[in-house]
């Protein structure tokens, strides 16, 4: 199975500043089609998870576009412009390249 | 608008079954994948089952496969997972996730399955 390793697991920000989190796969998430079915979910408290990403740099609908996906290969970013006190949750990578689908062990986010 | 409800979850003893059901409404349901995701109570996710919108291929992950088993009716637009052998390591929140491109777009709001004796 594909290891997702993210890091920081925890990022305090300051309101307004920018945050960035990190996300390394095990092996290439590149799929013999040429994608790279790696994504980014947030996961608000109580409430379950919410699609940011997909393939790697695609925004979702809604997502607002101070969220931002990049990556290549093993090596993948999450990136928030400015934190918003509605951006507070845990963050996590999921990779579907390969089956099973694994997740990152997720990063919270909060706000310092 | 994409609506996913699971129900069936509850208290069960080690060794035991339940049946997950997830009733799908605001899309076609027999054209997407579908996938069964559970989060431990403060852990994280796990996608424990997968299966395609034809029913011709499912996943399993290893900490499942042989006790688990995911199905689905599409004239019913009910996804499912029949659960048995149950451990207490199964004890988590169940949700159903709707395949986007290979990434999960929509979730229900989840199933409580707590393996207590």
């Known amino acids: 199975d594909i290891v997702m390793t993210q890091t920081p697991l925890s990022s305090p920000v300051t309101l307004g500043q920018p945050a960035s989190i990190s996300c390394r796969s095990s092996?290439?998430?590149?799929?013999?089609?040429?994608?790279?079915?790696l994504s980014w979910l947030q996961q608000r408290p109580g409430q379950p998870p919410r699609l940011l990403i997909y393939k790697m740099s695609n925004r979702f609908s809604g997502v607002p576009d101070r969220f931002s996906g990049s990556g290549a290969g093993t090596d993948f970013t999450l990136k928030i412009s400015r934190v918003e006190a509605e951006d507070v949750g845990v963050y996590y990578c999921m990779q579907a390249t390969q089956f099973p689908v694994t997740f990152g062990q997720g990063t919270k986010l909060e706000i310092k | 608008e994409v609506q996913l409800l699971e129900s069936g979850g509850g208290v069960v003893q080690p060794g035991g079954s339940l049946r997950l059901s997830c009733t799908a409404s605001g899309f076609t349901f027999s054209t997407y994948t579908m996938r069964w995701v559970r989060q431990a109570p403060g852990k994280g996710l796990e996608c424990v089952s997968s299966?395609?919108?034809?029913?011709?291929?499912?996943s399993y992950a290893d900490s499942v496969r042989g006790r688990f088993t995911i199905s689905r009716d599409n004239s019913k637009n009910t996804l499912y997972l029949q659960m048995n052998s149950l451990r207490a390591e199964d004890t988590a929140l169940y949700y159903c996730?709707?395949?986007?491109?290979?990434?999960?777009?929509?979730w229900g709001q989840g199933t409580l399955v707590t393996v207590s004796s």
């Open positions: 996730a709707k395949d986007f491109v290979r990434a999960l777009g929509d």
């Open positions: 299966i395609t919108g034809d029913a011709a291929a499912t």
């Open positions: 092996q290439s998430l590149v799929h013999s089609d040429g994608n790279t079915y």
